[in-house]
């Protein structure tokens, strides 16, 4: 009986590039016996991509000798991540060679998250799985949930096989919201898309703000330009709760109370009308709705604005007078706004993003090719996507189907079958994502995850918290070992992956794994028998896939200044503050704060938001040593301050908790930390965290304005010693 252990498994620390052969050839099946020490022969290099959620999308060369790895590094050719890996994925190679790795197809033999499973074959695993779909799918296909989202960012392993899949069952729709739908639906309101500027294009910027985004530690490749325009004279600001290792080396930080982002917005907007520093034919001839803005705008002072946001009110004169002197024809310009999706995880995310986005339009920042604002770049790559060819929505074949949001998936899992919900969910299917983990409000994930007559299949790399509530773990490929083809949503390339290495053990792409099971199921559509090399060359339309193979990546068409004449993807071509579904932005305060809940603030004073560890992201790599020795343990940091009015010391470990749940780690007093705010850094495996406990624990499952993401950063706790009265209640 195959019983993988309690706590996650453990990799080495070391150099990634080494031969990993000191592995038991057990362990790889696949493995060359007549690959020689990694010194034989040169290897021969292949082109990879790295798969996972970041805006950067490194090139990647890996050299090869026989089936092992000897050397991976990012391709130093590409332009826009000039070779530099982060240290989370030059240490890839431990992934794929990691001696606790699923090699094999496991069923459980316990109850649900004891971690008891058994080995067994593939046809056994794939028969029985597809005989209990077939059951289940005769009476409500839609009782059937898959559950996904960027494990990979590929196009092929992500939703091509797999999304077919599910059309062709007739399974529940899944709305992938956990990370990016606010702010995705606020820009798409703006400027009609997930479109912005070039990340190279910042480099000529001379007013940088970075605003909610830890670029060091979560967008290295952007972080060089940025580097790039300081050293030329930029003036960088940063704005976020956090003193994070980017604000210490920016000029300014501008540390705003955690869901203000709006109200900060409409001051600066304000300022720029009142001083009339507004490019005035740009909001002419560009912009749709100036009047309703000014209007909206009006009342936000900046003396308002400075009380709502918790910051100095010389401070936001001083960003007021830098922005608005940067408007286009003066010697300030251009200047940059860089967002990224923390700010969009409170009550009012999805406005607030709309309302940053109309700063550039009122100054005329579009006009040069290093101003303007970059949230995502993924819409640029809309005309060349097959994403319709790749998923098959058409096999629904006009069925009725539903849609579950992935962040309410706590709830739903717990939902009874009635008219307005439909059927109860009987069997998940996962790929790509660790919910037990990174969903909200984890304690009621857990238990719709343990609920026994719930079929749940895992496709996975390793024994995860959501791999442990399994009926099947089915072994997936890793990057290193499968086809697949990557947009990106930081700039703008093509980027190829093809297979280094066979794969170890018994793996199976997702892609295969999906095809497999749809010949069980009597699934006989011609498009199920595409292989995946055939749907890495058919997911793109105008891209040359030879000459993508060749370099590694493939430019995608983009201007140098894509809306300095307008020409924004609206209707008008222009960019819109009255949007016609959600009319004309507004701060919208948090669900949880003094202001909104004062009953509840008196409970729990602190606001708490939870962004990612700097070695980890999200859950992945947490269960790589080097790396979590790097980390140490789960921590929350806290404002000196604050913890001397609770009677705590930095190192010990702590409660916090709120009516959700309770969250153990270890206390990091810190100036990182503003009064009033605590941050708990994330995504720790529940396993390897304390008392088996993550900051998740403490979020909730209520929603944002736009897009109906999660609301991660919109949240009240309060802290204690590890042993208070709160800790076990």
């Known amino acids: 009986m195959v019983q993988p252990p309690p706590k996650a498994p453990e990799s080495p620390p070391g150099n990634p590039t080494l031969n990993p052969a000191a592995h038991s050839a057990k362990a790889h099946s696949s493995a060359d016996p007549a690959a020689g020490p990694a010194s034989a022969a040169p290897g021969r290099v292949v082109r990879a991509a790295c798969p996972h959620d970041c805006p950067d999308t490194c090139a990647i060369r890996v050299t090869v ?41 496991l069923r459980r033999a316990g109850p649900k998250g004891s971690g008891r499973f058994v ?32 494990g990979t960012m590929g196009l092929v392993q992500g939703e091509s096989m797999a999304a077919r899949f599910f059309h062709r069952l007739g399974a529940s729709l899944l709305d992938r919201t956990i990370c990016a739908s606010a702010g995705a639906a606020g820009l798409t309101a703006t400027y009609g898309g997930k479109v912005g500027m070039r990340t190279e294009h910042f480099a000529q910027s001379k007013l940088i703000l970075i605003w909610g985004s830890n670029s060091i530690a979560s967008n290295l490749h952007f972080w060089t ?64 709705g100036f009047d309703v803005l000014r209007e909206r705008a009006m009342p936000w002072t900046l003396e308002r604005a400075a009380a709502e946001c918790g910051v100095a009110l010389e401070d936001l004169q001083e960003l007021a007078r830098d922005y608005g002197a940067a408007r286009a024809g003066t010697g300030a310009a251009p200047a940059a706004i860089r967002l990224n999706y923390g700010m969009q995880r409170v009550h009012g995310g999805g406005n607030a993003v709309r309302l940053v986005a109309l700063l550039p339009c009122l100054i005329g920042a579009w006009r040069h090719p290093g101003g303007g604002l970059l949230l995502s770049s993924s819409g640029w790559f809309t005309p060349v996507r097959r994403d319709a060819w790749l998923q098959r929505p058409d096999l629904l074949a006009g069925r009725d189907s539903r849609t ?3 962040s309410t998936i706590g709830d739903d899992l717990l939902r009874e079958s009635s008219r307005d919900f439909g059927p109860r969910i009987e069997a998940l299917v996962v790929y790509n994502s660790n919910p037990v983990a990174v969903a ?55 980027v190829i992956n093809e297979p280094a290495v066979r794969p170890r053990g018994q793996a199976r792409s997702n892609a295969q794994i999906f095809r497999d099971l749809a010949q069980r199921m009597g699934f006989d559509d011609p498009c199920f028998k595409d292989d995946d090399e055939a749907l890495a060359r058919g997911a793109l339309a105008g891209i040359d896939f030879a000459a993508l193979r060749q370099q590694g990546w493939q430019p995608v068409p983009v201007p140098d200044a894509p809306f300095a004449q307008g020409g924004f993807p609206t209707p008008s071509g222009r960019a819109r503050v009255d949007s016609p579904q959600w009319g004309v932005p507004d701060y919208i305060p948090n669900h949880e704060s003094a202001a909104t809940t004062p009953a509840l603030a008196q409970r729990y004073p602190l606001a708490m938001i939870s962004p990612p560890a700097r070695n980890f992201l999200n859950s992945t790599f947490v269960n790589v040593r080097s790396l979590r020795d790097i980390e140490g343990e789960p921590l929350v940091e806290m404002h000196p301050d604050d913890a ?58 209520r929603l944002t304005d736009l897009g109906r993401a999660p609301t991660f950063y919109d949240c009240l706790v309060e802290v204690e010693p590890a042993d208070g009265p709160h800790a076990s209640a």
């Not at 000798?65 to 431990?94: F, M, N, W």
């Open 225 to 288: 330009f940025v580097q790039q325009a300081k050293r030329q004279g930029a003036k960088l600001w940063c704005i976020d709760p956090r003193r994070t290792e980017t604000a210490d080396k920016c000029h300014r930080h501008l540390a705003i109370r955690p869901g203000t982002d709006g109200a900060l917005a409409l001051a600066l907007a304000r300022e720029l009308i009142v001083r009339d520093e507004l490019d005035h034919a740009y909001i002419r001839d560009h912009l749709e």
């Open 119 to 150: 080995p067994v074959s593939w046809d056994e695993a794939l028969d029985d799985i597809a005989t209990r779909l077939k059951s289940i799918a005769a009476r409500d296909p839609r009782a059937i949930l898959p559950y996904s989202y960027a």
């Open 404 to 406: 579950i949001n992935m």
């Open 644 to 701: 001397a009015a609770r009677g705590l010391v930095d190192g010990q470990t702590v409660c916090v908790f709120n009516d959700r749940g309770r969250y153990h780690c270890r206390l990091n007093m810190s100036t990182r930390a503003r009064p009033g705010v605590v941050n708990g850094l994330g995504i720790w495996w529940r396993k390897l965290g304390l008392r088996g406990t993550n900051v998740n624990e403490l979020t909730h499952q």
């Open 440 to 494: 909200p409000e984890s304690s009621k994930v857990v238990k719709g995850f343990q609920r026994e007559d719930l079929f749940t299949v895992v496709l996975e790399h390793f024994m995860t918290d959501t791999a442990d509530q399994a009926d099947y773990v089915l072994p997936a490929t890793t990057q290193l070992e499968h086809w697949d083809v990557h947009t990106s949503y930081g700039h703008t390339d093509v």
């Open 65 to 105: 000798q026989g089936d092992q790895v000897i050397k991976l590094q990012g391709d130093p050719d590409h332009p826009l991540t000039h070779g530099a890996l982060c240290t989370k994925v030059s240490r890839y190679v431990e992934r794929v060679e990691h001696p606790d790795r699923v090699l094999q197809p």
